[in-house]
């Protein structure tokens, strides 16, 4: 694996750029690669998720059947590339795809938050895992380093999204596999930032407190994600829509948890997510349906 510098794309050896001389240092086993100035919105993330260690897990319910439904498409895609194929994730939080991919591939998990990732590596405890602190925009990988390239729920969080798509096709290499999932649509999500103010009251959260990235994202549009992946640089790129039902039982149930100070979230029986999941399938049939998902997911193929 050929590391660079983020901030003159020189190669690093031992920690130190070749050209400007820059030393990253390492914590905990993980390699600080933060560019030197670093944008606002990037580093407030990187303070926000440190310090946040709840679950998601536990907290967005990952395990049930309308995430993991979602989650195995990307699976599926990563599961196309040879066994010990070179994987990059972007924003590794909670770590629910690398534990899944980790017994069959070289995984390379980044997240702008050292602390994540710290707690990630204790979780995960797995010495063949490497580890680095970056923004998603600004990667300190050569091109063309990995067979595949994935980021859940994290593509939004980014300081400069365009860019991001940009560093995905300079580090995949001709013949790779990228995957974006769990990206909220704008339908909803350019509603939820108008209400915002009106919504954390009636759940009793602090507005300026939470992901910053969170708070001042609209979401994507079909046609946002379709002009990022037009270009001579991709094929097979297919956006799909995910939840609709789901989406409103997801949304609906927790904010009924949060507004009404519950000490549990409600658990829908799995045959019943089960169901939710066909309809929603059945519906994304039917044209325009679509534009009403709650998230997208993309995958494309470099060429
Ligand atoms: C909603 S979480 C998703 C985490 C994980 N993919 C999962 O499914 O559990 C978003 C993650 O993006 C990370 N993040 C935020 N801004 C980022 C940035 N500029 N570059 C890389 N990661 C970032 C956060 O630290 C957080 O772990």
């Known amino acids: 694996m050929v590391l660079i510098c983020v901030d003159c794309h020189n190669q ?40 946040d260690d709840s679950d998601a897990i536990e907290v967005h319910q990952l395990n049930r059947p309308r995430n993991v439904f979602y989650h195995e ?9 040879p066994k010990g194929s ?3 994730e972007i924003g590794a939080g909670s770590g629910f795809d690398a534990q899944v991919l980790q017994d069959n591939y070289a995984l390379t998990l980044t997240d702008v938050s050292p602390e994540t990732l710290r707690r990630l590596s204790e979780k995960l405890n797995n010495p063949d895992i490497m580890y680095i602190a970056a923004d998603g925009s600004r990667l300190p990988f050569a091109n063309n380093s ?7 729920a ?99 149930s927790e904010f009924l948890f949060r507004s009404l100070r519950l000490k549990k979230r409600f658990v829908l029986p799995s045959i019943l997510e089960w169901l939710l999941i066909y309809l929603d399938e059945a519906l994304f049939k039917i044209p ?14 470099k060429l």
């Open 73 to 81: 498409q990307l699976w599926q895609e990563m599961r196309e590339l």
């Open 146 to 152: 990995f067979d595949g390239i994935y980021m859940v």
């Open 288 to 301: 325009g349906m679509k534009y009403l998902a709650w998230h997208w997911s993309v995958s494309a193929k």
């Open 154 to 252: 994290t593509l939004h969080h980014l300081p400069n999204q365009q860019q991001g798509i940009h560093e995905l096709a300079r580090m995949v290499k001709s013949g790779g596999q990228v995957y974006i999932g769990i990206e909220p649509n704008s339908t909803y999500f350019m509603w939820i930032k108008y209400f915002r103010g009106l919504l954390c009251r009636l759940i009793h959260m602090d507005p300026h407190k939470g992901s910053h990235a969170d708070a001042e994202m609209e979401g994507f549009s079909y046609i946002d994600l379709k002009k990022y992946f037009f270009g001579t640089e991709w094929e097979s790129v297919t956006i799909r829509p995910i939840w609709f039902l789901a989406g409103w039982w997801h949304y609906g």
């Open 12 to 51: 690093l050896v031992e920690n130190h750029c070749s050209h400007c001389g820059r030393f990253y240092e390492q914590k905990n086993g993980i390699l600080i690669a933060w560019p030197k100035t670093m944008d606002k919105l990037a580093e407030e993330e990187a303070e926000h998720h440190d310090e």
């Open 86 to 88: 070179s994987i990059l």
